[in-house]
């Protein structure tokens, strides 16, 4: 009986213990480890397979230039909120009902970044995505990876996977409510704002009502849109769009003085009609 409790009494000693050459100045910062694992497997393959292997972040991206500069959403109103754009290393929550324009903002965010070389996540709970409206709306689609969970806790694993394998956007639609899930546990979300800062990547978590807590650096809300006609007032009128406004509610790293922008959003048909010469404004 007493050497069994020696043992219990010295196996903390030694699994603490540190080595002689020990030097606590070495000690890695947990947002330089992925780079340390990186290169570590990386040295290990053979010279015919290093070429080979890179970050996700690196997959067919042909403007490397671009992917420490904030991302624009294109929508005028929600970057002049944003001061210029989506700020990579950030959770940004975008919040608003049906016919808000929110799932918009997404397709247009993952338009713009897909657009300039990169790559993007959409994990997409709600089951939203029209792949033809999303290419209407400029997403270059075989650079986006969708992934359509069943559940919220496998929405937030895959997210946070996707952020760790370092891809630039991870965009989470969380569709209507009530959503499958609930508004899951704070410590996900943590974790999601964690990964995103570890990574340089954006987070953007679409929802129709707040879920991030504390974990979110922007929140976004936005009103109900309303709908634009085109034609004579005297003939038939066709829904070409919609004006939409967003507000912004929460920001961490300037004094909240909140303010609104207001955006517009085109249908299908009239993106698929409308001159060459126009902005490429976000479809339905």
């Not at 694993?157 to 996707?162: D, L, R, S, T, Y």
């Amino acid at each position: 009986m007493a050497s069994f409790l020696l043992v219990l009494y010295l196996c903390p000693i030694y699994a603490y213990s540190a080595p002689p050459d020990f030097d606590s100045k070495n000690i890695m910062s947990p947002a330089a480890a992925p780079t340390y694992n990186f290169q570590r497997l990386r040295s290990a393959l053979p010279s015919s397979l290093k070429d080979m292997l890179c970050r996700a972040r690196e997959l067919g991206s042909s403007e490397t230039g671009s992917q420490n500069a904030d991302l624009p959403t294109t929508l005028g109103g929600i970057d002049d909120l944003l001061s210029g754009g989506l700020v990579r290393g950030r959770l940004i929550e975008l919040v608003g009902r049906r016919s808000s324009g929110r799932f918009s903002a997404v397709l247009s965010t993952l338009a713009s970044l897909t657009a300039r070389g990169e790559n993007a996540v959409l994990v997409d709970l709600g089951d939203g995505l029209d792949p033809r409206a999303a290419e209407t709306a400029g997403a270059v689609l075989p650079r986006i990876l969708w992934l359509r969970p069943l559940h919220l806790k496998t929405a937030l694993i895959g997210a946070e996977v996707a952020l760790q394998c370092g891809f630039p956007l991870v965009a989470l639609e969380l569709g209507l409510p009530p959503v499958s899930g609930g508004r899951g546990c704070e410590t996900s979300w943590l974790r999601l704002a964690r990964a995103a800062l570890t990574q340089r990547s954006i987070a953007l978590i679409s929802s129709p009502y707040r879920v991030s807590g504390t974990a979110a650096s922007e929140v976004l809300e936005f009103s109900t849109a309303r709908p634009l006609w085109r034609g004579d007032e005297c003939a038939t009128r066709l829904l070409s769009g919609f004006t939409g406004r967003s507000t912004l509610k929460k920001t961490r790293h300037q004094t909240l003085i909140e303010k609104s922008g207001s955006f517009r959003l085109l249908t299908t048909e009239t993106l698929e009609n409308r001159p060459r010469s126009l902005p490429n404004t976000p479809g339905m």
